[in-house]
Nanobody
Framework: VQLQASGGGLVQAGGSLRLSCEAS????????MGWFRQAPGKEREFVAA???????YYADSVKGRFTISRDNAKNTVYLQMNSLKPEDTAVYYC?????????????WGQGTQVTVSS
């Protein structure tokens, strides 16, 4: 499956951004989807995931601030990011899990840069 992420940019601390990831797969509705991020000099880390059933999972660092959602009619998964902090600065990647659970990702998008200024 091909994944195209978009929506990154530069925002001040406390601001919001919404990332989008469109998938090429026509059976998108059966996929689990996730968002990961990688900051300079750090390993890639899990941010959020959503199963094919709509169950959601979040890293502790983003709980209460970020919301993952999906629109199966548009083959798109979203990440609404509110109350952004400078430590959220990273390249954000979307990923697809063909097993549907949102835990076994095998396809990755190209990444979109999010920069949060203090």
């Amino acid at each position: 499956v091909q994944l195209q992420a978009s929506g990154g940019g530069l925002v001040q601390a406390g601001g919001s951004l919404r990332l989008s990831c469109e998938a090429s797969e026509r059976t998108f509705g059966s996929y689990g989807m996730g968002w990961f991020r990688q900051a300079p000099g750090k390993e890639r880390e899990f941010v959020a995931a959503i199963s094919w059933r709509g169950s959601t999972y979040y890293a502790d660092s983003v709980k209460g601030r970020f919301t993952i959602s999906r629109d199966n009619a548009k083959n798109t998964v979203y990440l609404q990011m509110n109350s952004l902090k400078p430590e959220d600065t990273a390249v954000y990647y979307c990923a697809a899990d063909p097993m549907g659970s949102g835990a076994d990702f095998s396809s990755w998008g190209q990444g979109t840069q999010v920069t949060v200024s203090s």
